[in-house]
């Protein structure tokens, strides 16, 4: 089983901040995503990588599949970012491991 | 594309009521799973299917729920009968095939609240 470990559990930044959200696991995978969940549940993909860095508008994902750790930083950061991200390693046959999230407030 | 969709988006049962959720993945994604999202926590993978088999169902309460996938498209979970533990969001994802390396996608998510 997957050990996820998420960090900052909590994080309240202001507008504008650099952003940086880690995670740690214990098993290897070939890929990672990076999940964002809005209050009312829905989850939403913004990234799934399998080496590297990738970059979508203000978000940057990267993972060191070797060290088993991945980062999702926000530049600029504004409000409508606010949102609990979560980090899930894995899929497939052994289906996406969740991190417990991390929730992340932007005040304006 | 159409996403992943699933209804109702809101339920409040009373406890020993039964529920079902309905799940209709994006077309041509042979993987489905549903999950099991507390509040507070991550989502937990409660089934997971290959077309209309059955790949991981280990953290089903079989005694509770069952899920079927007929025709290898839609899917719906049930709960017969409901607990207040089973308050929490249920989660529809799928993907195109089951490999590590393909991207899951996510339904809204089904809202049950059990009284």
């Known amino acids: 089983k997957n050990e996820v470990e998420q960090s900052p559990q909590n994080l309240t930044a202001q507008e504008g901040e650099f952003i940086t959200i880690n995670c740690s696991y214990s098993v290897g995978i070939s890929a990672l995503h990076w999940l964002q969940q809005h209050p009312g549940g829905g989850i939403v993909s913004l990234f799934m990588l399998s080496s590297g860095k990738k970059k979508h508008g203000r978000l940057i994902a990267t993972i060191n599949i070797q060290e088993k750790h991945s980062s999702l930083h926000i530049t600029a950061s504004h409000p409508r970012d606010s949102a609990v991200y979560i980090c899930?390693?894995?899929?497939?046959?052994?289906?996406?491991?969740f991190g417990k999230g991390t929730h992340l407030i932007i005040q304006p | 594309e159409a996403g992943v969709a699933q209804s109702p988006r809101y339920k409040i049962i009373e406890k020993r009521q039964s529920v079902a959720f309905w799940c209709n993945p994006i077309?041509?994604?042979?993987?489905l799973y549903w999950y099991q999202q507390i509040l507070g926590q991550g989502p937990k993978l409660l089934i997971q299917?290959?077309?209309?088999?059955?790949?991981?169902d280990s953290q089903l309460p079989k005694d509770r729920f069952s899920a079927e996938r007929l025709k290898g498209v839609d899917s719906t979970l049930k709960i017969q009968p409901a607990k207040l533990e089973d308050s929490a969001v249920y989660l529809c994802?799928?993907?195109?095939?089951?490999?590590?390396?393909?991207?899951?996608?996510f339904g809204q998510g089904t809202r049950l609240t059990v009284v």
């Open positions: 994802a799928s993907s195109l095939v089951g490999s590590q390396d393909t991207e899951a996608f």
């Open positions: 077309s041509g994604h042979a993987t």
């Open positions: 299917f290959q077309n209309n088999g059955v790949v991981d």
């Open positions: 899930a390693p894995g899929g497939g046959a052994d289906g996406l491991t």
